[in-house]
């Protein structure tokens, strides 16, 4: 038996991307890069990109996404390179994806089925299933026809993917049905993690969340840490699910450190309303690092995208740690990075354990200025107290007096002693 005996041919396939000339220049470079990227999510979901098109317009095309004369320059491109079909950079009405799939007459694809396609497949836990499978059936209820005459081409493929699989066959009113199921399942599980993190709560340990772009290193410095054996690939989302691990600092206190899902640009509305419990982690945070590579050109496209989605999850002001990762692979080592929105700057090349260090001292520093600082003496009854201190505070000095234990910290301002 060959272990490749499900290998089909990877599809082969032409991307399609709109300027949308607003007057700012950017507009071209950022189509272009933003292809780029797409590129990234289709080979990571097992397709090849043969083409790339890009269209200029005032607007998207409302019927179509790109209008009449590209639609058939795409035809004969298609029909001349054996494309199996197009893969557009924005998400499809449910109108365009039905009346572009009925002109060009080969699957027709968006950014949204990719993303979700590669989510579906990564997604381990049962919450990550549900969440993604919520995502794909928000999506496809609305795209039945379209959707139906372009994935039945190939029987697999993108798209095809995940929980969801066979319910593009189902009628609307199943779909409907299975929709509230699986909201309910959401919401039970919102609020178990409500729950948790209320526990959390009632100890004062300081929670750090790993955020950034896809493909940044955030796992890799989880790993780093606390050998959590988080899935860290060369590949875009390579990890789904929240992993939550102790960390105990020199200082000696603990600190919970949580490994996010990446973000991305133009993330698909239905991901983030099924994930956002998940992605809501950086909200319930204390401290935020802040994971850049440094060595990818877009880097500051990467960045604003970041800080947008952190916005618009309601994450509030939190001191944050920029880390400019990647740095071995950076041609001028000197070059110096910046970022308005950071509290601390490191450059670091996690891999190869490099910054990890001044990090982690950013993270003590952070902590340090959120507390208070107390100079005691504890009766030897009180004991216990100062492992609660040597836990969740700083311990800078203890010595066994006659009246009790002498005591000097820096403990949590909410800790009453
Ligand atoms: N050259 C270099 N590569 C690194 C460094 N840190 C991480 N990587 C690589 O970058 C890739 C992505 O790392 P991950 O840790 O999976 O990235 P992530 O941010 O968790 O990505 P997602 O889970 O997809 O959001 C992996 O191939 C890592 O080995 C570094 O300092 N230098
Ligand atoms: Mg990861």
């Known amino acids: 038996m060959n272990s490749f005996e499900n290998k089909q041919e990877p599809e082969r396939l032409i991307l399609i991307g709109v300027c949308v000339n607003n007057g700012r220049n950017l507009s071209e470079t950022e189509t272009r890069e933003s292809l780029d990227e797409l590129e990234e999510l289709i080979k990571t979901a097992g397709g090849m990109v043969i083409h790339k098109v890009i269209q200029s317009r005032e607007k998207i095309h409302p019927s179509t996404y790109i209008g009449k004369g590209k639609i058939a320059e795409v035809a004969e491109l298609a029909a001349e390179l054996g494309a199996t079909g197009v893969v557009c950079d924005d998400e499809l009405s449910p109108a365009q994806l039905s009346n572009l799939q009925q002109e060009l007459d080969i699957k027709v694809m968006d950014r949204t089925l990719v993303i979700l396609d590669i989510f579906a497949g990564r997604a381990v836990t049962r919450e990550g299933k549900i969440q993604v499978e919520l995502a794909q059936l928000r999506y496809r209820a609305t795209r039945l026809v379209g959707l139906r005459s372009s994935l039945s081409r190939l029987g697999g493929g993108i ?99 949580t490994d996010t899902v990446g973000f991305i640009r133009k993330l698909p509305h239905h991901l983030i309303d099924a994930f956002r419990s998940t992605l809501e982690e950086a909200k319930y945070s204390d401290i935020i690092i802040h994971m850049v590579d440094s060595s990818n050109p877009q880097m500051e496209a990467h960045m604003k995208t970041v800080y947008e989605t952190l916005d618009n999850l309601g994450v509030g002001d939190k001191p944050v740690i920029t880390v400019f990762n990647k740095q071995d692979k950076l041609e001028d080592e000197g070059a110096i990075f910046r970022d308005s929105r950071a509290d601390y700057l490191v450059n670091a090349s996690i891999k190869q354990g490099k910054g990890i260090d001044k990090i982690l001292q950013d993270v003590e520093e952070i902590i340090r200025n959120s507390k208070k600082y107390i100079a005691k003496t504890f009766s030897y009854n009180d004991a216990g107290k100062i492992q609660y201190i040597r836990k969740y505070g700083e311990l800078l000095k203890e010595e066994y007096t006659e009246d009790g234990i002498y005591v000097e910290a820096y403990v949590p301002a909410e800790m009453s002693l």
């Open 159 to 257: 798209g095809t993917r995940g929980p969801g699989e066979k319910k593009l066959e189902i009628d609307r009113r199943l779909i409907r049905d299975r929709i509230s199921v699986l909201k309910r399942e959401v919401e039970d599980m919102k609020q178990q993690r409500e729950l948790a993190r209320k526990n959390r709560e009632k100890n004062p340990v300081t929670v750090v969340a790993i955020v950034g772009y896809t493909n940044a290193g955030k796992s890799t410095f989880l790993n780093k840490l606390t050998s959590a054996g988080v899935l860290e690939e060369d590949k875009l989302f390579a990890t789904l699910d929240p992993t939550t691990r102790n960390y105990k600092l020199e200082s000696g206190q603990e600190i919970l450190l």
